[in-house]
């Protein structure tokens, strides 16, 4: 579709960017004033814990109903897309999921939480978003790499796609039951209308990028990856780019990650929620670290991040990204009742955002 767009002297990479931009300048916005945030729906705030949980699930309904709407009428086409594979690599997906998990409680944020959080003023995260992108490029091509191979090669063969709508015979059922029971426990979490319609409106972004990156910028003779929204991969792009723009091309990864830095930052200058924060013998730089490390590593073996195997993943219905999701929200259990346990009595070893 992409030669009908009129975009000459355009290509459809360069095209990309922009398009990557424009989402991610949505996503920043919307992300930094709803607080979007799965960890913190999880593990925040007891008096906040249901409703922001609620505006996640919303998001993530919206997201499980727009993908399988596009590609039930053919707008997208994910039967090459890493996350149906017939194999499933069952030990790095829990391993990396129970890592990811883990991080996102150490750093107070998962990958997306933090990356909004960068662009607000707060060095913590920035920081925390740097090491991450650092561990996880580490484990997709460098010294971490041998270990993710070896790691993936404990895969179980499915002999079909492993998505729920194989399983099924179709996408629309699993989807239709999903959705139905995510529905149920957003209305019953006690989240606001504006809360939930900024959470409809996150989910809504996923397939738009999904149909964006698979059909209107679709050109095949000069073809572009499929590409949902994430953080993982996005956030190595980010990072290799930066530092030798020279020697690669950015695309949609590039410009959302951008896009999110931008709309963020945004968002809390508009509503005078900007402001430096960095670390203090309050804010305990090593838990920062550790979390940004475990969730570089954690969000590659597992497939992705919160967003992009969790939103994206998980709504495409594939079976691989629910175990990783599942496995993230068991590793940031795991580890804030661990937190509790060895701080009780005593003020929080990882205090608020």
Known sequence: ????????GWTPLAASVVFGLLIGVAFGFLAQRSRFCLRRGLVGPE?????????WLMALAVSIAGTTAASVYGFVDFSSHRLQSDSLPLAAIIAGGLMFGAGMVLARGCASRLTVLAATGNLRALITILVFAVAAHATLKGVLAPA???LGDFSVDLGQPATLAAMFGNAVIPAALLVALLMVVVVRSGASWAQLAMGALIGALIPLAWVGTGYILYDEFDPISLQGLAFTLPATETLFWTVAGTATDPGFGVGFIGGVLAGSLLASVLFG?????????DTPTGNYLAGGLLMGVGGVLAGGCTIGAGLSGVGMLSIGAMLALASMIAGALLTSAALQRQTSGQSSLVPAE
Not at 47 to 55: F, P
């Open 1 to 8: 579709m992409f030669e009908e767009l009129g975009l000459e």
């Open 47 to 55: 008096a906040e814990r249901s409703s922001t949980l609620g505006t």
């Open 148 to 150: 993710r191979t070896w």
């Open 273 to 281: 929620d900007f402001r430096l924060v960095g670390f203090n013998r």
